[in-house]
Each structure stands twice: as C-alpha cells, then as structure tokens.
Nanobody, 119 residues
Framework: QVQLAESGGGLVQDGGSLRLSCAAS????????MYWYRQAPGKQRELVAR???????VIADSVKGRFTISRDNTKNTVYLQMNSLKPEDTAVYYC?????????????WGQGTQVTVSS
C-alpha cells in the first residue's frame, strides 16, 4: 500500500515563508512526476507546481518567482518552498505523485496540509 504524507503547513504572516514536504512510502517501484496542488475555500483545486523525475519543473504563473519545487529521489520526497507568501496563498495544499507499485502506475494523493497567510 502506498501513502503520501504531507507536512510543513501552518500559520504565517504576509511576506513570510514555509516549506512543505511530501514523503511517499510503501511498496514503491518507481515515481514519475510529483505535483503540488492547492484548494482555497469555495474554489477549484489548482496546480501549483510539478517536477519530473529528472528535475524539470513547471510553476504556475500565480506563484512564479516566489515558490520553488524540488525533490529528493533517494527519499521519495517532494518539497515546496514558499517565499513572500500572500493572503491569497491561503489554501489546503495537496501533493500528488505518479507511482509504480505492484507493476501498476497510478496517481496517489496526500491528505492535504493547511497553509494560512494572515494580513
């Protein structure tokens, strides 16, 4: 069984920083692309950033220049460094990963971590 566990969320002031982590565990054979999404109250879930196994990244325009995605393949972990946070970044942040387990590729999601930015 594969699980994704996020950590690092919390309450921060406008202009502050947080670093989110998401570790995958279980009978993992390989991990392809890893993602960070977020969902604010009353809004649809949106893609924040993604990173492939080779380290190529895509960052949403709304956070470009402030957020950085990275990963450690030896730890099956993806990170989201969030700087210059704004109140509009307040949301539940979810990680997702394309994982090969039991010779089957599937998408797995974490449970989400709350990020709140106060003005």
């Amino acid at each position: 069984q594969v699980q994704l566990a996020e950590s690092g969320g919390g309450l921060v002031q406008d202009g502050g920083s947080l670093r989110l982590s998401c570790a995958a565990s279980g009978r993992i054979e390989s991990i392809n692309t890893m993602y960070w999404y977020r969902q604010a109250p009353g809004k649809q879930r949106e893609l924040v950033a993604r990173i492939n196994r080779g380290g190529s990244t895509v960052i949403a325009d709304s956070v470009k220049g402030r957020f950085t995605i990275s990963r450690d393949n030896t730890k099956n972990t993806v990170y989201l460094q969030m700087n210059s946070l704004k109140p509009e970044d307040t949301a539940v942040y979810y990680c997702k990963a394309e994982i090969l387990a039991g010779r089957v590729w599937d998408n797995y999601w974490g449970q989400g971590t709350q990020v709140t930015v106060s003005s």
